[in-house]
């Protein structure tokens, strides 16, 4: 480009200029030639990491070529090079400006108050989750990420507050279109496991379908791969650690709020007799919609040589979707987990409240609308309708103990989020649980992630 647009305004004033000789204008045409590939060169040193230094050598040698052609009637035509050189310098240096550091820092956080139905002495008010993430890259195939997360503010032997490592492990790209990991890290199980930031979600809290039926956040020690097609579906699959049976208290009301999240091992010196497989499909190649499921397998007793039921295993299923049709955000879930040869182990527990349950399950259909927007402000109200069981059957053998499934709970959750920022919200909303009106409760919350 800077050749043709030199020889075309040197031919220009060529003609222009009844004085100049032809022979003239030929020295003329093989000095800006010559002139032409000595730039060029240069620029090509700039390009190839010459940075800063190439740019200072390239504007004045362009300067300096304006002389060359003095005497021309169009010496505007010499400033063309100056102009020309000077732009790689900016393109040379622009990447190493404005490239991304090798390591980096994230997380999220979120603030909460609730207040039941009537009893504003039950009020309370809590920082529920702090996370400071940490990731480095090696190189552009292989990187590092990390979360540790702290629970209600205070973390210590007599308060109720919890530090955790939500996610260690290593990632590495094999091509463009598969990666692998190794570590602890999330289970790409539901909508809500591995996007369970407060700005990603409606609510002051997650959902009870992907908390009490999918344990949130779930995270399992093992190896994992993750691939892409051309045509937007993307699958997973891995084998990992999984649950711990020998952990179920029948005694504990946590075992009935959430069977999976009572024996879960979040990577705790995680008993490991056996492993757990997952596999999950997500298709994204329609333009704001996702259709998935995922399926969890694995033996639960780890091998532990005093443990009732020695073959007991779960199995976890779900199916999703999500449409986000313009200003609406739709979505709905159905999850469904059954535990397998664990008459035994219930056979023992007679007479507590809680043993394992054969069947749990729960689904929600969700909507949103954002209502209204101006810069990053925004505010999107929302409804949630959700069934849950956490124990909709037992084994037939504890029939005869008068053992039967539990009632479902039907919760209606409405409020609104108000965005100040895409990461920064302020939620409110009201929930129903329409079997307990006790549990009936007022929600205010802050969240954010950086």
């Known amino acids: 480009m800077i050749k043709k647009t030199v020889l075309a305004a040197a031919l220009a004033a060529a003609f222009a200029s009844p004085a100049f000789a032809q022979e003239d204008v030929r020295a003329e045409l093989r000095a800006l030639h010559e002139e032409v590939q000595r730039l060029r060169a240069e620029l090509d040193a700039m390009k190839k990491g010459g940075g800063a230094q190439a740019a200072a050598v390239a504007a004045p040698a362009a300067v300096a070529a304006t002389p060359a052609t003095a005497g021309s009637p169009t010496p505007a035509a010499s400033a063309t090079p100056t102009a020309t050189a000077a732009a790689p310098a900016a393109v040379a240096t622009a990447p190493e400006a404005a490239a991304e550091p090798a390591t980096k820092l994230f997380g999220y956080g979120e603030l909460s108050y609730s207040r039941p139905r009537g009893d504003a002495g039950g009020a309370q008010a809590t920082v529920g989750r702090f996370v400071i993430g940490l990731s480095h890259d090696f190189n552009e195939k292989t990187r590092f990420a990390s979360e540790v997360e702290i629970e209600n503010a205070v973390a210590s032997a007599d308060d109720q507050g919890e530090v955790e490592v939500e996610q260690v492990y290593i990632e590495h790209q094999f091509s463009p279109d598969i990666s692998g990991k190794a570590g602890l890290f999330l289970m790409p199980i539901g909508l809500l496991n591995e996007s369970h930031e407060p700005p990603n979600y409606y609510g002051v809290h997650r959902n009870f379908v992907e908390t009490a039926i999918i344990p949130t956040t779930w995270r399992e020690i093992g190896l994992g791969a993750t691939g892409r097609t051309g045509f937007g579906l993307r699958w997973d699959a891995g084998i990992t650690t999984g649950f711990d049976l020998t952990k179920w208290d029948s005694t504990s009301d946590e075992s009935i709020e959430s069977p999976l999240g009572s024996i879960h091992q979040e990577g705790q010196l995680a008993k490991a007799g056996n492993p757990a497989f997952y596999g999950a ?57 059954t535990f397998n040869n664990v008459e035994a182990f219930n056979l023992t ?44 059957s037992y084994d037939a053998s504890l029939s005869e103990f008068g053992y039967t499934g539990r009632p479902t709970d039907k919760i209606v959750t409405t409020g609104a989020t108000f965005q100040l920022h895409p990461q920064v919200v302020l939620k409110a909303d009201y929930q129903w649980f329409r079997d307990d009106s006790r549990r009936d409760a007022l929600n205010l919350g802050l969240g954010f992630t950086y």
């Open 281 to 337: 499909l997500n298709y994204n190649g329609v333009p704001g919609l996702n259709l998935g499921g995922s399926l969890f397998y694995g033996k639960v007793a780890q091998k532990q040589a005093d443990f009732a039921s020695p073959d007991a295993s779960l199995t976890l299923g779900e199916v999703h979707a999500r449409w986000t049709p313009g200003d609406w955000d739709l979505s709905a879930l159905y999850a469904i987990g």
């Open 349 to 392: 527990q007679v007479g507590n409240p809680y043993p394992v349950p054969k069947r749990f399950d729960g689904w929600y259909l969700q909507g949103a609308y954002k209502l209204w927007n101006s810069g990053e402000y925004a505010l999107l109200p929302f409804a949630r309708y959700e069934q849950v069981n956490t124990a909709r």
